[in-house]
């Protein structure tokens, strides 16, 4: 499987390089205000939740838990060109990660069924919930507020956050992946403001086969 680094940097290049100096800028102002770094770590317990799935019905952690253990990745949304290649990505790798035991959940704050559209495009082996007003993301500190440039940017390419996420608010997720083991303690973190970034499917691959089974 290719690597997501390298899929990622091939389609970044196909963009305007002024895109790049933009969210360059906005990605040191939220490395200084120390954006995220309160997010889970490594032998931190995972809190327990309870989110809609892309199709209203409600999932638990601890039902997830009671499986095994879990790949649980946020992402901002299918509006999202390096999301949808992190979830490609993932929909390779998503029957490997069940093969080893574990589930496959990804979470966005997306609202309007975009959530379901995406899961049903990629065939994803797994569920996408719905984390409404970020609330989950906000618990684990994985919601940073978009500069008035940034926004002004995205309007610009008809890009509305407020209808992605049916709030005017103009939070936005910070990708993260975590490994949770099935007593819900965090295995594997990566959680990157600059969302050019993605943890790499084949690292968590590796923490399940190694500490996860």
Do not use: N
């Not at 838990?65 to 290649?85: E, I, M, N």
């Not at 093969?99 to 797994?126: M, P």
């Not at 610009?156 to 993260?176: K, M, T």
């Amino acid at each position: 499987m290719k690597a997501l680094a390298d899929r990622l940097d091939e389609m970044r290049r196909s963009f305007d390089p002024a895109r790049d100096v933009l969210y360059d800028k906005f990605v040191e102002s939220l490395r200084a205000a120390g954006a995220a770094s309160g997010s889970p770590r490594v032998g931190d317990a995972l809190p327990p939740f309870a989110l809609p799935d892309s199709r209203g019905l409600y999932v638990s952690s601890s039902g997830l838990l009671a499986q095994g253990p879990l790949v649980l990745s946020f992402y901002r949304g299918g509006w999202c060109p390096y999301c949808r290649t992190e979830m490609t990505a993932w929909s390779e790798a998503a029957p490997e990660v069940r093969r080893l035991g574990a589930s496959f959940v990804a979470v966005t704050g997306e609202s309007g069924g975009g959530a379901e559209s995406l899961r049903q495009k990629l065939g994803l082996d797994g569920e996408i919930l719905c984390d409404v007003d970020h609330g989950l993301a906000l618990q684990l500190g994985l919601v940073v507020h978009v500069t008035d440039e940034v926004r002004q940017a995205y309007l610009r390419v008809g890009r509305d956050l407020s209808q992605s996420y049916g709030s005017d608010a103009w939070f936005i997720p910070v990708p993260a992946t975590y490994v949770v083991d099935s007593q819900g303690i965090v295995r594997f973190a990566e959680a990157d403001v600059d969302f050019r970034h993605r943890a790499e499917p084949e690292a968590v691959l590796s923490v399940l086969r190694g500490h996860c089974r």
